[in-house]
C-alpha cells in the first residue's frame, strides 16, 4: 500500500521561501513498481479552484516538470535513500496558498498530462501573506 506523508507547512511573508517534503512508502510493493519507475510530485488546491498540479519528478532520471506558474522559483529533488522528495519554494506569492498534496502514479500520462494521479497524500497548507 502506497503512503504519502507532507510535512513543511506553513504562513510566510510574501517573496520567503518555503521547502515542502514528501516521504513515501510501498511504492516497490506495487506489482512490477520498481522504486525507480515512478513519478512524484505535488498539487495545490485553493478552495473554490481547480486542484492545480506543480511540478513532478521522474525517480529514474531526476528530471522534473513544472508547471509555468511556479518556473524558476521552484525546484523539486529526490532522495531516493531516504525516499523522499523536497519541494523547494522561493519567492513565494499570496497565489502560491494552498493546500500542497504529494503526488505519485507509474504514469507520467495521468500525473502531468490527464492531472489524475493515482496517489496522493493528506496534504499540507502554505499560506503567503501580502
Not at 71 to 92: A, H, K, P, Y
Request: proline content about 2%; some cysteine; hydrophobic content about 30%.
Amino acid at each position: 500500500q502506497v503512503h504519502l506523508v507532507e510535512s513543511g507547512g506553513a504562513s510566510v511573508r510574501s517573496g520567503g521561501s518555503l521547502t515542502l517534503s514528501c516521504t513515501h512508502s510501498g511504492l516497490s510493493d506495487i506489482a512490477g513498481g520498481d522504486i525507480t519507475d515512478w513519478y512524484l510530485g505535488w498539487y495545490r488546491q485553493v478552495p473554490g479552484k481547480e486542484r492545480e498540479k506543480i511540478a513532478c519528478i521522474f525517480t529514474y532520471s531526476g528530471s522534473a516538470y513544472y508547471a509555468r506558474s511556479v518556473e524558476g522559483r521552484f525546484t523539486l529533488s529526490q532522495d531516493i535513500d531516504n525516499n523522499m522528495v523536497s519541494l523547494r519554494m522561493n519567492g513565494l506569492k499570496p497565489d502560491d496558498t494552498g493546500v500542497y498534496y504529494c503526488v505519485a502514479d507509474t504514469r507520467f500520462g495521468e500525473i502531468w498530462i490527464n492531472e489524475r494521479p493515482e496517489y496522493w497524500g493528506q496534504g499540507t497548507q502554505v499560506t503567503v501573506s501580502s
